[in-house]
């Protein structure tokens, strides 16, 4: 059974920095391209970053340059940094896991940051 478990999520000040996790379990995790997509309320789910199987990243235009994703294929995690965090990153952020370069196959159940001061 596969399984994604996101945390970290928050209640964070504006311009602060902030992480998230994601824990797999129930597939090869290094053989799987990890994702972060978030969703914001009204509005449809977007992608935020990818890390390919070979560690190669790609992050949405909104969070280039803020945003960093990682992964550790020994403890089967990936971890979000976020820094100079703005309002509109007010989102529930999901992990997600796949074989494409951007990763659906698996969600995880979300986790909510909030940007506010």
């Known amino acids: 059974q596969v399984q994604l478990v996101e945390s970290g999520g928050g209640l964070v000040q504006p311009g602060r920095s902030h992480r998230l996790s994601c824990a797999a379990s129930?597939?090869?995790?290094?053989?799987?391209?990890m994702g972060w997509y978030r969703q914001a309320p009204g509005k449809q789910r977007e992608f935020v970053a990818v890390?390919?199987?070979?560690?190669?990243?790609n992050y949405a235009d909104s969070v280039k340059g803020r945003f960093t994703l990682s992964r550790d294929n020994v403890k089967n995690t990936t971890h979000l940094q976020m820094n100079s965090l703005k309002p509109e990153d007010t989102a529930v952020y999901y992990c997600?896991?796949?074989?494409?370069?951007?990763?659906?196959?698996?969600w995880g159940q979300g986790t909510q940051v909030a940007v506010s001061s």
């Open positions: 997600s896991a796949g074989l494409t370069t951007f990763p659906r196959d698996y």
């Open positions: 129930g597939i090869i995790f290094s053989a799987y391209h």
């Open positions: 890390i390919t199987s070979g560690g190669l990243t």
